[in-house]
């Protein structure tokens, strides 16, 4: 099956600056790779995605890549806030059973210090 | 429009004893997931429905089952609890395996 592997685990930026979370996946199948966040207990929130056939998106201060070749995608927060603080997790769809799954990563905890 | 909603909130279980917990989703939704969140672990999928009377087993299926006799509600069952069921469960909803998955509240269960 898929596994997604996430770093790194604990970010601390200063306000203003930029912080990038990167995830690899092992399925080069997988097609659809999503980014959630998580507010301390919260549920998780979709905040972007990205599909396959699509190398960057970008919505506002966030943005995720996708390198098909080296099966990577990264996180970019621009101009972090201190409502950016909380714990990201990427995930990837991987074929399991009957349809595809999402696999998640094991998560960033990001603080952004004022 | 109440999207995913959960019951219980809370659950505290000795070792031993059964429970079902309810997940109910109002978007029509075809596919449902059951996941559990423990620390520096992620969420990883327990059971999973891809429409109304199928279920599907996920990574860590043991010890648990599932039922979707309802297209909207997804049930998640414990027969025997365990210490080392001692999580965060979360259910979430979709319209499809390659949309925005949404999740419920969360269950915060504990086994002693």
């Known amino acids: 099956g898929e596994n997604v592997e996430q770093h790194p685990s604990t970010l601390s930026v200063q306000e203003g600056d930029s912080a990038v979370i990167k995830c690899t996946y092992s399925?080069?199948?997988?097609?659809?790779f999503p980014w959630y966040k998580q507010e301390l207990g919260k549920r998780p929130q979709l905040i972007i995605d990205?599909?396959?056939?699509?190398g960057e998106k970008k919505d506002q201060r966030i943005a995720v890549t996708l390198n098909k070749t080296a099966k990577h995608f990264s996180l970019h927060i621009t101009e972090t806030q201190p409502e950016d603080s909380a714990v990201y997790f990427c995930?990837?769809?991987?074929?399991?059973?009957?349809?595809?799954?999402?696999?998640f990563g094991s998560g960033t905890q990001l603080t952004v210090l004022p | 429009n109440a999207g995913v909603t959960q019951t219980p909130k809370f659950r505290v279980l000795k070792t031993g004893q059964s429970m079902t917990l309810l997940c109910a989703q109002d978007?029509?939704?075809?596919?449902m997931y059951w996941y559990r969140q423990d620390p520096g672990m992620g969420l990883r999928l327990i059971h999973y429905s891809v429409g109304e009377g199928t279920t599907a087993k996920g990574e860590v299926p043991d010890g648990y089952n599932v039922s979707r006799l309802k297209k909207q509600n997804f049930l998640l069952g414990l027969e025997s609890a365990a210490p080392s069921q001692t999580s965060v469960y979360f259910c979430?909803?979709?319209?499809?395996?390659?949309?925005?998955?949404?999740f419920g509240p969360g269950t915060r269960l504990t086994v002693l």
């Open positions: 399925d080069s199948a997988s097609n659809y």
């Open positions: 978007m029509n939704h075809e596919y």
């Open positions: 995930a990837a769809s991987g074929l399991g059973g009957s349809a595809r799954q999402l696999t």
């Open positions: 979430a909803s979709s319209y499809s395996s390659l949309n925005e998955q949404f």
């Open positions: 990205i599909r396959s056939n699509v």
